[in-house]
């Protein structure tokens, strides 16, 4: 474990450190970004499903006066992207394949103009058939949304099955599936389905593009990765990466919907039409449903052979992530959810398929949980019943097969860090899960998960000690909300021995600041955490250089503390850091500057084995979680009533207690609007209810009562032990409300959302399988 | 059409020229570069433009500029007194009541509307003032803190 001196600032609870400027409505977001001679973007999509573009005719809108510029997709270089397999257009070439892709975009001086111009663009579509249903569309005799997938450029541990609609098919294979299930007494068999949402952050898509003179592009854009921005805009218009400059502005909220460059793309290839007037593009509200990626909707088969005493001896899982009409990362998605999907548990045989699958819908992309909900929700309900029909206390049947220290993983990697057991025991304890009595139509439910990171990353950062005793750290790490800026600051104030307030951290600039993966995948305290610890203790070490020379000292037996730096057991020898940078108040430091430089990239994963996913270390880490739920339901009206949720999570080192307590507060929220309130509908690939007036996200009034905690059992490789938190506490939340809720009308519903309507109809079937008096 | 209106925000008087479709968050925003307040939805479903009309908190988003004329406006720029935030302010920084930030002016100016009339408000009361503004992030929680936090600071009770 890295850093293991007494901590002052890390594990404290200190004040957000970005709270000033967002009280007062200071903070500037991508929506508020502003420059002079700015044009308004406006983006045509298609209204087909599925069709061939016979022809594009812009001439019309390009002669519409205050119309400055107009492009389609031929006007990207390379109109090829993806996160990991490059199968996306920024802008359709020869083919649409979802209502709501980008055909064409128009700058233009204000939005009426741009608007106007739209409807002046004239496409001949030849329709398509089109396919819907991702179970469909596995099948070999489905049509082919892209004609040879095996064609695209793709990463490690993705393997697309040639002329299919299968973008990604994992196999796990671990001890014999066969001989498990004929060890078990039981074997239970069930199918779920896990609904679309959308993240909803509510800040909508914004970008400012510029071309200066030189050639080079500036682009102001609220993304959660400015730097995979940057690669993304570089390889899409044929330019260097010093070519491309990206700036993050304040993030109104991400959650995996702000990582996909398209937006940006478009303001680009407009922007080097208007000859250095900056575009501005904003997507609306129905925008955002219809065009940018929404959680994978996901079918999930579970099969579990379990001995009389509850030890489960086989689990099989499929599932098939519907990732829509381009990949946007669906193949990791169902990569990373797919080494998950046998649950945390000692199981010796384990096989799972996980397929992402194309269909002419909407992109699916990062959710946040990525993936891990929806085979949770399946396979946590699972458990439930489970034990339910064995008679056997659901938590007790998790801690009889819960990972633990040194258990073996499905992909055969031996867990380290492992609290989950911790998590069980905490959540329940606090919910108040041994009750002697339930009131009628009262429940409570339970649901554990292990969540991975995506693996081989990498993240930089620079440390600046300034000569007045200050320090600034340059990172290109993006708070949407989440509170690594506050993060950041203690572990550096934490190693230079400076207060927070002493700490100031950059803008993302990639001009400026070192490349970082970006603010997903849970990554950010423990990768970044990593590379800022790192360059805080490179800085520190320049500074006790300085100091030992000033202090004729050995800089070995020097330590720097509460802003001073001593000899170790003789602390009135010592100089202040601000006294020991006085004589360079004006001249500026005698070396240059202090400066610590980091970089954190885990090395050690492996990639997987093609036909058994076999890997010893496929995940930096993993973290654990239990969420328990209190619910009342209404037998008249079938409306589910939420009372309490506690959650425990493993994370390793709570660098910030109150920001994690907030993080879990957000992703419940997150949870209980999707179980119980949120929707996107399609009918024939349109979304039919593309505003917030139709998908209802939950409100102040439908929050129930939430009691978060923290088990931190220490990561080897982790900031002070620190490893990651906000994806896994969504992951819980639908399969411990769906196991409350069964607890309370003894049925299980295996179809999410759980609306009133389903809730009658259970106990309707309930009532008809019951024998009559 | 373009016409002249007269908007008073924050306790002072602007004229400024649009077009009479101009609705109130593109005048404060564009008009008077008040970006305090912010978009959301533009069709009064998420709260995120809330600003107060004579102490009451209106969507911004579904009020015409010119039909804003004759009333005391107040954005989030108007809260702070004399450098001070706010006991509003404070209690979001002290308790944590915002994330990525996005819709806090909104459900501060929420909060204001009603600690302006309620002094004493019940959780229930707060829950049900900041009902019309969406939050992604905190499920609320510590918003409802903070606002409570708030309640007694400024009845004098802290």
Not at chain 1, 369 to 389: L, P, S
Not at chain 2, 31 to 54: F, P, S
Request: glycine fraction near 10%.
């Amino acid at each position: 474990m890295r850093g293991e001196q007494a901590l002052t600032l890390v594990g404290k609870s200190i004040p957000r450190v970005d709270g000033f400027e967002k009280v007062t409505g200071q903070a500037i977001y991508g929506m508020d970004f502003k420059l002079p001679g700015m044009l308004c973007a406006k983006v045509l999509r298609s209204s087909h499903a599925h069709a061939r573009i016979v022809r594009i005719d812009t001439s019309p809108a390009r002669r519409l006066p205050g119309v400055r510029a107009v492009v389609t997709g031929k006007d990207v270089p390379l109109n090829l992207y993806g996160a990991v397999i490059k199968d996306t257009r920024f802008m359709a070439l020869d083919k649409v394949r979802y209502m709501g892709e980008a055909v064409a975009a128009v700058a233009a001086l204000d939005e009426e103009v741009a608007q106007e111009a739209l409807a002046l663009i004239d496409v001949e579509y030849q329709p398509l058939p089109a396919v819907f249903d991702p179970r469909e569309a596995v099948k070999p005799e489905a049509l082919l949304i892209h004609e040879r997938v095996q064609d695209y450029r793709c990463g490690p541990d993705v393997w697309p099955e040639p002329d299919s609609n299968i973008c990604q098919h994992l196999k796990v294979r671990k001890g014999n599936i066969e001989h498990g299930f004929a060890a078990a007494d039981f074997v239970f068999e069930d199918n779920y389905y896990d609904h679309r949402v959308q993240h909803c952050p509510m800040e909508p898509h914004a970008v400012v593009a510029k071309l200066e003179p030189s050639g080079r592009i500036i682009v102001w854009s609220n993304t959660q990765a400015p730097s995979r921005e940057r690669a993304g805009l570089a390889e899409a218009f044929g330019l260097p990466l010093s070519k491309i400059r990206v700036i993050g502005t304040y993030v109104g909220g991400g959650f995996g919907n702000k990582t996909f460059v398209v937006v940006e793309a478009l303001a680009c290839a407009l922007a080097l039409k208007t000859r250095g007037r900056p575009v501005k593009l904003i997507l609306t509200r129905e925008e955002i449903f219809c065009s940018t990626v929404t959680k994978h909707p996901c079918y999930v088969r579970v099969k579990t052979g379990v001995k009389k005493d509850g030890t489960f001896t086989a689990r099989e899982v499929t599932a098939i992530y519907d990732t829509g009409a381009y990949s946007e990362k669906g193949e990791w998605v169902a990569r990373n959810a797919g080494l998950a999907a046998a649950g945390p548990y000692k199981l010796a045989n384990i096989k799972i398929d996980s397929y992402c699958v194309y269909t002419n819908k909407v992109c699916s992309g990062p959710f946040r949980g990525f993936g891990d909900t929806q085979v949770t929700w399946a396979g946590e309900q699972q458990v439930d019943k489970i034990a339910r029909e064995l008679g056997i206390d659901p938590l007790a049947i998790r801690l009889l097969n819960a990972d633990e220290e040194g258990s073996k993983s499905a992909t055969g990697e031996v867990l380290k860090s492992v609290g989950l057991k911790q998590t069980l025991e905490q959540a329940t304890h606090n919910l108040g899960w041994t009750r002697n009595k339930l009131e009628p139509y009262q429940g409570l439910g339970l649901a554990c998960v292990h969540k991975n990171t995506n693996p081989g990353t990498s993240s930089g950062a620079l440390v600046m000690v300034h000569e007045d005793a200050t320090a600034s750290v340059l990172t290109s790490s993006v708070d949407s909300g989440q509170g690594c800026k506050t993060v950041i600051a203690q572990i550096a104030a934490e190693e230079l021995g400076l207060p927070v307030e002493a700490i100031s951290i950059s803008t993302p600039d990639t001009d400026v600041t070192p490349y970082d993966f970006g603010s997903v995948s849970s990554r950010t305290t423990f990768y970044m955490g990593n590379a800022v610890l790192e360059a805080a203790r490179e800085a520190r070490d320049r500074i006790l250089e300085l100091a030992g020379d000033q202090l004729e000292a050995n800089p070995a037996d020097l330590e720097l503390a509460h802003g001073r730096i001593f000899v170790r057991g003789n602390p009135e020898r010592g100089v202040t850091l601000f006294d020991l940078f006085l004589p360079h108040r004006h001249s500026g430091m005698r070396k240059g500057y202090v400066l610590g430089r980091g970089t954190y990239t885990s090395l050690n994963e492996k990639p997987l084995d093609r036909e058994t996913g076999q890997s010893p270390k496929p995940t930096a880490f993993w973290m654990y979680a239990t969420h328990a739920a209190e619910a009342r339901v209404d037998p008249e009206t079938g409306e589910v009533t939420l009372i309490k949720i506690a959650a425990a999570h493993d994370l390793g080192k709570a660098i910030n207690p109150a920001g994690c307590d907030a993080q879990v507060q957000g992703s419940i929220a997150f949870g209980v609007g999707s179980t119980l309130y949120e929707e996107m509908v399609l009918e024939a690939g349109k979304v039919v209810n593309p505003n917030l007036m139709d998908y209802m996200l939950p409100t102040s009034l439908d929050m129930p009562q939430l009691l978060p905690s923290v088990v931190e059992v220490g990561h080897e490789d982790g900031p002070y032990g620190a490893k990651g938190l906000a994806d896994a506490a969504i992951c819980p939340v639908p399969a411990a409300i769906g196991n409350a809720v069964a607890n309370a009308i003894g049925v299980w519903i295996h179809d999410s959302p759980i609306t009133p309507e389903k809730v009658l109809n259970a106990l309707r079937s309930k009532k008809e399988r019951q024998p009559k008096d | 059409m373009k016409e002249v209106i007269t908007l008073r925000v924050n306790k002072e008087e602007y004229e400024i020229l649009v077009p009479a479709k101009r609705i109130l968050v593109h005048a404060l925003r564009d008009d008077l570069d008040l970006i305090g307040t912010k978009i959301g939805c533009e069709e009064g479903a998420c709260g995120t433009c809330t600003v107060l009309i004579d102490g009451k908190p209106v969507c911004s988003c579904l009020m015409l500029a010119r039909d804003a004329q004759g009333h005391e406006i107040t954005t989030i720029e108007g809260l702070m007194e004399d450098g001070k935030l706010h006991p509003i302010q404070q209690a979001f920084i002290d308790y944590g009541g915002f994330q990525c930030g996005y819709c806090t002016p909104g459900v501060i100016l929420s909060a204001k509307g009603l600690l302006d009339v309620n002094k004493n408000p019940t959780e229930e009361e707060i829950r049900l003032a900041i009902a019309g503004n969406l939050c992604r992030c905190t499920g609320y929680v510590k918003i409802v803190e903070s606002i409570a936090a708030a309640a007694e600071v400024m009845a004098g009770k802290t």
